[in-house]
C-alpha cells in the first residue's frame, strides 16, 4: 500500500490536488517522493505551464526567475556540503547580502542563483519550498499542511544559523512587504516542537509527517 495518495477533486469550483496521509509512519520523504509527480505530470492543469498542460522540466515561465526561496534547514545543510562550502562561505556566496543583513536566508533571486540555462543546478538538493512549488490548484488542506512543513524548515534553518551566529536576531527597517511576512512566520513558528524535528534530522526520511497532520 502506498502510504501517501495525491488525489484530485472540486473545490471551490475548482479541479484541486489533495494529500491523504494513508500510513501513520508515513515521512516527509515519503511525501516529497509522492509530490514529486505532479511536477512531472503532463496531464495536470498548471496556471503557468505552456498550454497549462506540461511538466515542469522545460519550462519557460520558470518560477525559478522569481521565487522567494529561504532553504528548510535540512536543504541548507546538504547545499552547502553539495557546493563543497562552510555555512558561513554558503550564506555569502549564495544568499542576498541585504536580506542576511537583517536575519533572512533569501538565496540570491532574479531569476535563482542556483538556476543556469533554465535548469537547477542543485536539483537533488533543492529546498522544501522548491520541491513543494507546483503552480496547480490546491486543497486548502492540503496547501496549509505543505506550508507548515515548509515554514517549520525554514524556521529551524533560522535558529540553527542564530546559535552558530550566522546572522543577526535583530530587527530592521528597510524591509518589504514579503520580508515582513517571512519574519513574521517565522517567529510565529519558531517556538513549534515541530522544529526540533528539523533540527535533529539529517534526511527527510527521519521527519515524521504525524505531527504535522
Ligand atoms: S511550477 Fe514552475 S516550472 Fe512548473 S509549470 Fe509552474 S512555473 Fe513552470
Ligand atoms: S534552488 Fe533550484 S529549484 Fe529552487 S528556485 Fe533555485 S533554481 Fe529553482
Redesign the pocket.
Known amino acids: 500500500m502506498d502510504k501517501i495518495e495525491i488525489y484530485n477533486t472540486m473545490e471551490n469550483g475548482k479541479l484541486a490536488v489533495g494529500v491523504k496521509v494513508k500510513d501513520k509512519k508515513a515521512s516527509l520523504a515519503d511525501l516529497l517522493e509522492s509530490w514529486q509527480l505532479l511536477c512531472e505530470d503532463p496531464d495536470l492543469f498548471k496556471v503557468y505551464a505552456e498550454g497549462n498542460y506540461a511538466p515542469c522540466r522545460g519550462c519557460l515561465h520558470?518560477?525559478?526567475d522569481t521565487?522567494y526561496?529561504i532553504?528548510d534547514l535540512i536543504s541548507f545543510k546538504k547545499?552547502a556540503q553539495y557546493l563543497n562550502c562552510s555555512c558561513k562561505e554558503f550564506i555569502s556566496q549564495y544568499f542576498h547580502p541585504d536580506k542576511t543583513a537583517f536575519g533572512l536566508l533569501r538565496?540570491k533571486?532574479n531569476?535563482?542563483?542556483?538556476?543556469?540555462d533554465n535548469?537547477?543546478?542543485?536539483?537533488p538538493v533543492?529546498?522544501l519550498?522548491?520541491?513543494f512549488?507546483v503552480c496547480a490548484y490546491l486543497l486548502g488542506d492540503t496547501e496549509q499542511l505543505i506550508y507548515s512543513i515548509a515554514i517549520t524548515g525554514i524556521a529551524a534553518t533560522c535558529l540553527f544559523a542564530e546559535e552558530e551566529g550566522l546572522i543577526c536576531k535583530d530587527p530592521a527597517v528597510g524591509m518589504s512587504s514579503f520580508d515582513m511576512m517571512f519574519k513574521k512566520l517565522i517567529a510565529e513558528y519558531r517556538d513549534s516542537s515541530n522544529v526540533e524535528l528539523f533540527m535533529r534530522a539529517r534526511e527527510y526520511s527521519e521527519i515524521p509527517l504525524l505531527p504535522f497532520l
Open positions: 520558470n518560477c525559478c521565487a526561496v532553504p547545499m538565496l533571486p531569476p535563482c542563483v542556483f538556476l543556469k535548469i537547477c543546478t542543485i536539483y533543492r529546498s519550498i522548491c520541491r512549488y
